[in-house]
């Protein structure tokens, strides 16, 4: 069975740092791309960044350039999104997907895990 399953959010400081994993079952990343994604109830679903098949990043959201930083593991079975300078503002449902593509333009949410709550609070 083909999975994807998402860990390591949870609560923090403003000013502090997540990383969170991205794991898939069932199958290898050798050829597939991964996108992260975060959904905030009532908000429209935001792509945040992508590691390709090759372990490249692309990055999606200006909100998070320069905080955000996205790796894929060599075992190519994880994908790592870290998360550094937390914002009030980046509190939301994480969840990494992919379309079954290698590459990262255009990439759908198409399969996806369920999800890691990120709250950044005071």
């Known amino acids: 069975q083909f999975q994807l399953v998402e860990s390591g959010g949870g609560s923090v400081h403003p000013g502090g740092s997540l990383k969170l994993s991205c794991k898939a079952s069932?199958?290898?990343?050798?050829?597939?791309?991964i996108g992260w994604f975060r959904q905030v109830p009532g908000k429209e679903r935001e792509k945040i960044l992508c590691?390709?098949?090759?372990?490249?990043?692309?990055e999606w959201s200006d909100s998070v350039k320069g905080r955000f930083t996205g790796s894929k593991d060599d075992d190519k079975t994880t994908v790592w999104l870290q998360m550094n300078n937390l914002k009030p503002e980046d509190t939301a449902l994480y969840y990494c997907?992919?379309?079954?593509?290698?590459?990262?333009?255009?990439?759908?949410?198409?399969?996806r895990g369920q999800g890691t709550q990120v709250t950044v609070s005071s």
């Open positions: 997907a992919t379309d079954w593509g290698s590459s990262c333009p255009g990439l759908k949410d198409d399969y």
């Open positions: 069932g199958f290898t990343l050798d050829y597939y791309a």
């Open positions: 590691i390709n098949s090759y372990g490249g990043m692309t």
